[in-house]
């Protein structure tokens, strides 16, 4: 489309956008091969049936939340992941990973068997008392597709960690995980 043809100010002004994740999908390590929907989620109208934009979001020992995005926009070549969750009860130390995958995942059949591969660790993140903004700066570029996985810290202590929350587009608390471009 040659956008590298058009002429730009120097230096760049920069510019930021919020992106939602286009999906959120749980796996269960305990149950490998299952599946989850969100068919309760769903409803039908003269258009046909909708999915919902706000989309549950569960960690625990053995489940852990998987959140799609794709990078859209040409020339935006750094994108800024953000996790902001409010204050919990007991602490808890989640664990985020970047999921090896250039296409998008297929969500109907995502399951902890089939998900793609952890190709990095991207750090911890520790919930407390406070209202928590975890972000992370990385490159990106138009229509990569950025998967990542949010799960329990593997050596937390055994029912300490279960930590669930829905992702809503129209807040930016009580849960979120978006990327800004």
């Known amino acids: ?13 920069p510019r930021e956008f919020t992106n939602f994740p286009m999906s959120v999908s749980l796996v269960d390590h305990s149950a490998p091969s299952h599946v989850f929907n969100d068919y309760l989620a769903m409803r039908t109208t003269r258009a046909g049936t909708i999915s919902p934009d706000d989309r549950k979001a569960h960690v625990t020992q053995t489940v852990s939340t998987i959140f799609q995005f794709r990078a859209i926009d040409w020339g935006m070549e750094n994108c800024e992941l953000h996790v902001a969750l409010p204050p919990v009860d007991r602490p808890t130390t989640l664990a985020l990973y970047r999921l090896n995958a250039t296409v998008p995942v297929d969500i109907s059949t995502l399951s902890f068997n089939v998900r793609p591969p952890r190709v990095a660790k991207l750090g911890n993140i520790v919930l407390g ?53």
């Open 129 to 181: 008392q406070d209202n928590l903004d975890w972000h992370r700066t990385f490159s990106c570029a138009m229509d990569d597709v950025l998967v990542f996985e949010l799960g329990c810290l593997e050596d937390e202590e055994s029912g300490s960690c279960d930590i669930e929350w829905w992702q809503a587009h129209k807040e930016t608390v009580p849960g979120q995980c978006f990327v800004i471009l």
């Open 1 to 13: 489309m040659r956008f590298d043809e058009i002429e730009r100010t120097s230096p760049p002004i």
